[in-house]
């Protein structure tokens, strides 16, 4: 089988704050000085893609577990099979499954995710699959994500999860826990509540967690450090954090006055290298997300849909994943990029995604923007070498694009048709999506 690289979009970042110290030419950094500059440590591990490529067998026992999840990033049962595997620092291959009705292995049966072990042993529930991964890959921390201290209070908090979500709502993917069977959305009354639940739920395992006389935490079950209960509530919250607001106006699930623990808990799984830095997915693309009639919802949500002129309402909104750039964040990347795989920092990896996949890129956004291959492959190379250049502002890629003829438009050209293609996390992590995003908005408001 061929390796792939990220599906699609195939982005991911990875560079810390790149500065050319050659003479820089009027045409800016070559694609091969980029391919270069932006070249991680060590190979990102496979990714297959059936829906690209013929996958004629089943993954078979070897020597890395394979992950099979959603090929979209929508799923969040993928997302916690995912997020356990991250976590624990395991080298795992990844199986691509479109579950939208586009090409699947003859081979496959069942829905995502599912799991296969080097010994052969695959598991489809996906908390299942989490325990199978804490069990087999964490025996660098006591009890991996079931902690020794409280094994007992994670599984409790664990069992608790469809009780505090709303009841008689669909689980749909793009949609999870947000609409009635009927397909309206829930009352803001019954999301209040499920948040208050959530709330209360964590102060509630801080207190038992100080009652042991052990040292409590910010993460779900009142621990120092993501467990099982993270793991299983994670993608739930994450999507309600950006999507609720789309359906009742003023609903931040992050606000500290009103939520003061989930609030907490958000911040402290922001600071997780392995979520923050490649499975959560961003704002952004939630909300678009949330657009797509048919798939749990029966109509676009209100705060959505296009009016008095605005092109893109989900744009003009503000959005946790432009709040998340800065010292903090870079200090998560830079624990991620430790384990090998992707670029020095989030900056350097979404220009090195851009260098990997500049053919197929460079046709799509031809299509998208109406103009020619070869003029769209110039403008994602001056887009990638600005991003190369950023750091952790803007400065560097304002000094880098000063430099080039007609580096500002080019630039903004590929920003503006990467800011509306990439979907977050099918593309890359939110991190490397937020330059992206930043890079839109300084090309795009000269």
């Known amino acids: 089988m061929k390796i792939l690289r990220p599906p699609q979009l195939p982005f991911l970042f990875g560079l810390s704050f790149l500065r050319v110290a050659a003479p ?7 694609w091969n000085d980029l391919r270069s500059l932006t070249l991680p440590a060590s190979p990102p591990a496979p990714v297959f893609d059936p829906a690209l490529e ?17 090929r979209n990033g929508w799923c969040p049962y993928s997302e916690r099979a995912w997020l356990a595997l991250e976590l624990s620092g395991v ?3 990844t199986l691509l499954i479109d579950n939208m009705g586009g090409p699947r292995p003859a081979w496959y049966r069942g829905s995502t995710p599912q799991f296969a072990a080097e010994d052969g042993e695959r598991r489809g529930e996906s908390m299942d699959i989490v325990r199978r991964v804490s069990d087999a890959y964490c025996s660098d921390r006591a009890g991996g994500l079931y902690p020794e201290e409280v094994p007992s ?6 069992s608790r999860f469809r009780d505090v979500f709303p009841s008689n709502t669909r689980p749909s993917s793009r949609s999870a826990f947000l609409f009635s069977n009927m397909g309206m959305p829930v009352s803001r009354k019954e999301f209040e509540r499920t948040l208050l639940a959530v709330d209360g739920l964590i102060a509630a395992n801080r207190g038992s967690v100080e009652g042991e006389g052990l040292e409590s935490g910010l993460f779900l079950a009142g621990t120092t450090s993501p467990t099982a209960a993270d793991v299983a509530f994670v993608p739930f919250l994450e999507r309600y954090a950006a999507q609720l607001p789309l359906l009742h106006e003023g609903l931040n699930p992050r606000c500290e006055s009103s939520y003061p623990n989930l609030s907490s808990w958000y911040g402290a799984m922001d600071k997780v290298p392995a979520y923050i830095c490649r499975v959560k997915g961003c704002d952004v693309s939630w909300g678009r997300v949330l657009g797509q009639v048919g798939y749990g919802n029966v109509g676009a949500p209100p705060h959505i849909v296009s009016g008095g002129g605005e092109e893109d309402p989900v744009d003009a909104r503000v959005w946790t994943a432009e709040k998340i750039v800065s010292e903090a964040a ?3 990347w830079d624990a991620y990029a430790g384990g090998g795989g992707v670029a020095l920092s989030p900056q350097a ?6 260098v990997s996949n500049r053919k197929g890129l460079a046709r799509d956004m031809a299509k998208f923007a109406n103009m020619e291959e070869e003029s769209s492959d110039e403008s994602l190379r001056m887009a990638a070498g600005a991003l190369a250049s950023m750091g952790i502002r803007a400065e560097g890629a304002k000094e880098y694009l000063g430099k080039i003829d007609g580096g500002w438009e080019l630039a903004g050209k590929a920003a503006l048709y990467l800011h509306k293609r990439i979907c977050v996390p099918r593309d890359m ?4 999506a937020s330059y992206i995003r930043s890079l ?4 795009n408001s000269k």
């Open 24 to 30: 820089l030419s009027p045409q800016g950094i070559s």
């Open 349 to 354: 990896e979404a220009a090195r995604q851009i």
């Open 429 to 432: 992590g939110v991190l490397p």
């Open 91 to 93: 080298r795992f291959d």
């Open 440 to 443: 839109y908005v300084l090309t």
């Open 330 to 332: 870079v200090e998560c």
């Open 54 to 70: 013929d996958v004629p067998s089943a993954p078979s026992p070897g020597s890395v577990p394979t992950l099979l999840r959603e």
């Open 153 to 158: 209070l994670v599984q409790q908090t664990v």
